[in-house]
């Protein structure tokens, strides 16, 4: 997914880097195919090495990772080989690319024992056991409260904020084209603006906004906050953001709840091996380690979350939420209207 590249050194992690290369599996026989699992995911995947190792200590079998770039490739990926899966299991997919690999035919069902937990809470309507829940990740607006102080002035305080004159220029956004996130937050202002998020976005353009192409460039590069110490107090990212970036606030009220899931995929060379780790993932091992090494909230009621999290990275009491179903069938439509009103 595009995004949370400041969580990279948090833990010790896992990277194998998926290339064209890479996907496409050497053959191999039956006893090679059970002996491990193959999990397609996104670029931003990370967990400890020691929870990892938990996975064949559980199970005798290795876990393989294999990246596929952000969700909206990662759902491309498995949607085109439907029976045919480059992996037996795939993580990342999210709610707002969902329907694609759903609508493919790409997924086998799985009830996993584990989702009773809390996992069921996110489950996808008429999906249930297709994709299952592990992590929320809510997109919002977030501001250098450090930036504000030391010009004396009062940061936004709401979407209404960013069209304002004295916000001008301040904030930088994702292209919903290119970026996971920036579809999140497209869809945050179509649902508090359904009848007049195109006029807002007018306001957004009028106002001085940047869009950039992905996460990394803005956060990292245009933020004043992030690592490249930029000149924009204001950046789409999300409401754990803050617990890496100290001096920095989510807007709560500005989010939109993005929800990545776990499935098998359809043809899987080891599905037994699949659905075990679909059950993996839900644990708590694994569930605990989230919030650390890929600065999302675990599902599994009851997890506890890092000291501090609970004061710099609550939880949004509201957020925007759509049916996937309803995002595929507008989708297309929502990002022409999108790019005629911001010229590109």
């Known amino acids: 997914m595009d995004r949370r590249m400041h969580r ?22 039956s006893d090679d195919a059970t002996a491990q699992v193959v999990l397609l995911t996104h670029d931003s995947f990370a967990l400890p090495d020691d929870v990892i190792a938990q996975f064949k200590t559980d199970t005798g079998m290795q876990l393989k990772i294999v990246k596929s770039g952000d969700a909206g490739q990662l759902a491309s990926t498995v949607s085109l080989t439907p029976g045919a899966p480059k992996g037996d299991a795939v993580y990342g997919i999210d709610n707002t690319f969902a329907s694609r690999p759903i609508n493919a035919g790409a997924l086998a ?52 904020d960013l069209i304002k004159p004295e916000y001008k220029n301040q904030a930088v956004v994702l292209d919903p084209a290119t970026s996971s996130p920036g579809v999140s937050f497209l869809l945050t202002t179509i649902g508090v603006y359904p009848r007049t998020w195109q006029d807002y976005w007018r306001s957004l353009k009028g106002n001085g906004v940047t869009v950039v192409s992905g996460w990394e460039t803005a956060y990292n590069q245009l933020f004043s906050a992030g690592t490249g110490k930029g000149d924009k107090p204001i950046v789409v990212s999300y409401a754990s953001s803050p617990a890496a970036t100290p001096g920095t606030s989510a807007l709560l009220k500005s989010c939109f709840r993005q929800v990545e899931y776990v499935g098998v995929l359809k043809g899987a060379a080891n599905e037994p091996g699949a659905q075990k780790l679909v059950d993996f993932m839900l644990k708590p091992a694994v569930q605990k380690a989230l919030p650390s090494s890929m600065y999302v909230y675990p599902v599994r009621k009851d997890t506890p979350l890092p000291d501090g999290w609970q004061a710099r990275a609550p939880i949004p009491e509201w957020t925007v939420n759509m049916p996937p179903k309803y995002i595929a069938d507008n989708r297309e439509q929502w990002l022409a209207q999108w790019r005629t009103v911001m010229g590109r």
């Open 109 to 160: 069902s799985y009830n996993s024992p584990e989702a009773v937990h809390g996992p069921d809470d996110y489950a996808l309507p008429d999906a249930k056991g297709l994709l299952t829940a592990v992590d929320r990740g809510d997109v919002c607006l977030n501001v250098d409260e450090k930036w504000y102080d030391s010009k004396g002035l009062q940061p936004p305080a709401s979407l209404e």
């Open 8 to 29: 990279w050194g948090i833990a010790s992690v896992v990277m194998l880097a998926a290339t064209a290369s890479t996907l496409g599996l050497a053959s191999c026989s």
